[in-house]
């Protein structure tokens, strides 16, 4: 499958932004997606995941309760929702896939989208 991310952009601290990630390839809904993201300086990590066929969703501590992962069969499209965001959060976010799994790890990636960056101000 690939993955075309996209929805970065500028925004301020306290504010939300919406990444998408297009998936194309005719077995989208077989595959667990993710988010993870690399700072400057920093090793990528792992930021919020969905299993295949939607349901269970899984997030890395700090952004409990600000982050949102959620998928489209239609579209073939995964979103994450970010709100109150924090200068901290600025980075590259990339999309991820899996046939396999529920990507919240690297070693579980089989696929990844170009990355798309966002810069939080603050």
């Keep these: ?23 194309s390839g005719r077995t989208y809904d077989l595959y667990g997606m993710g988010w993870f993201r690399q700072s400057p300086g920093k090793e990528r990590e792992f930021v919020a995941a969905i299993r295949r066929g939607g349901g269970s969703t899984y997030y890395a501590d700090s952004m409990k309760g600000r982050f949102t992962i959620s998928r489209d ?26 046939p396999l799994y529920t990507p919240r790890s690297e070693a579980d990636v089989s696929s990844w989208g170009q990355g798309t960056q966002l810069t939080v101000s603050s």
């Design 1 to 23: 499958v690939q993955l075309q991310a996209s929805g970065g952009g500028l925004v301020q601290a306290g504010g939300s932004l919406r990444l998408s990630c297009t998936a």
């Design 73 to 98: 069969y239609v579209q073939s499209t995964v979103y994450l929702q970010m709100n109150s965001l924090k200068p901290e959060d600025t980075a590259v976010y990339y999309c991820a896939a899996s």
